[in-house]
């Protein structure tokens, strides 16, 4: 099977839910002038779809279906990218628990992430794309310049997602957040298709005791030594 190369320069971010590889991401490609790929939204996407028609969560075959004929645009706006599914701004129900565990069991299935797949290269285009997930440097852009595995201790994570719900005004047990992180990490990581790991070239860093500024120099550091920054 040949290897599946770019000529478009990619910056991949991969890691799990709660790392902060998304802020990142939207960071890194604002200082570049780069296009955004979070890879995540489309498999949030696709579950938001399939609960919207009614899909049977078991039939891997219609969620695949609906993989493959999703109707989404990513429009920028102030607040990064607004996400339209079938005409209506869903940027926010998106991000919800429900949703989230939701991708993560279809984005355990083989057939959706082929689905998927070509739609996540078509994000590529110059000067360059930062691309935000779990796979994005192990199968969606193996030759990218430059790749990150962004990661955090599960308790850290669950503090931040904890902080950004408590900001909102949302109630919600720090104990079930932690439960939920810990069970989306082991699907994601044991699933047998594209499961989270670091590419083999990959920088990996653990942002548990690092801010959002640390984390971007040290991306940045790696940026230059490519002579993309
Ligand atoms: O990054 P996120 O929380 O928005 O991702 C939602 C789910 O999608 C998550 O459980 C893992 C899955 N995902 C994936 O399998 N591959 C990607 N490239 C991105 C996300």
Redesign the pocket.
Known sequence: MSEFQTSVHVATIDGP?GSGK?TIAALLARRLGWALL????L??VTALAAMNQGVDFADADALAAVASNLDVRFIPSEDGLAIVLAGERVSDSLRTEEV?AL??RV?ALPAVRAALLQCQRDFARNPGLVAD????GTV?FPNATVKVFLTASAEERAKRRFGQLHQKGIDASFDRLLADIQA?DE??SQRAV?PLRPADDAIILDSTQMSIQEVLAVVMVQMHLKGLA
């Open positions: 839910s998304g979070d890879s995540g939204a498999y949030r989230g991708a993560s984005a997930g779990r796979d994005m969606v989306r699907r994601d594209a």
